[in-house]
C-alpha cells in the first residue's frame, strides 16, 4: 500500500468519526454541558438569592431585637417608676398609721391625765373632809385652823 492511499483512506475514516462524533455523540454531550450549566447558573443564582434573603432576615432580627431591647427597657423603668409608687404609697400609709396611733396614744393619755385629775379632786375631798373633821373636833381657834390648813396644803 501506498502511503498516499493510506492517508487518504485515515482521512475518510477520520471524516466519518467527526460525522459520527458531530450526528450521535457531541449533541448529548452538548446537551448535558448546557443542562449542568444551568444547574450551576440556577444554583448560584438560589445561592445569591439565599444571601439576600439571609441579609434581609439579619436586618429584620436585629430590629426586631432593637424593639424588644426598647421594650425590655421601657419594661423596667415601668417596673421602677411602679415600685417607687408603691414605696411612696407605703410610706404615706405607715405615716398615716402611725398619726393614728400618736393620737390614739395622745387621747389615750389626756384620759388617764383627767382620770388621774378625777382621783386626785376625789382624795383632795377626801383629805379636806378629814380636815374639817380633824378642825370640828377641836376647838375654834384661828391659829389653830391656820396651821391645821398649813399642814393639808404640805399634805397636798
Request: no cysteine.
Amino acid at each position: 500500500m501506498n502511503i498516499n492511499a493510506t492517508l487518504f483512506a485515515q482521512a475518510i475514516v477520520f471524516a466519518i468519526l467527526v460525522w459520527f462524533t458531530m450526528k450521535f455523540v457531541w449533541p448529548p454531550l452538548a446537551k448535558v454541558l448546557d443542562d449542568r450549566a444551568l444547574k450551576i447558573g440556577e444554583g448560584l443564582a438560589a445561592a445569591e438569592k439565599a444571601k439576600t434573603e439571609l441579609t434581609l432576615t439579619n436586618k429584620r432580627i436585629e430590629e426586631e431585637l432593637g424593639k424588644s431591647r426598647n421594650e425590655s427597657v421601657t419594661r423596667l423603668a415601668d417596673a421602677e417608676r411602679r415600685a417607687q409608687q408603691i414605696i411612696e404609697d407605703a410610706k404615706a400609709r405607715a405615716t398615716e398609721e402611725a398619726a393614728k396611733i400618736r393620737a390614739a396614744a395622745e387621747a389615750e393619755a389626756e384620759a388617764q391625765i383627767y382620770k388621774a385629775r378625777e382621783q386626785l379632786r376625789e382624795q383632795v375631798a377626801v383629805l379636806a373632809v378629814q380636815g374639817a373633821e380633824q378642825i370640828l373636833r377641836r376647838e375654834v381657834n384661828a391659829s389653830v385652823h391656820a396651821d391645821l390648813l398649813a399642814r393639808l396644803k404640805a399634805e397636798l
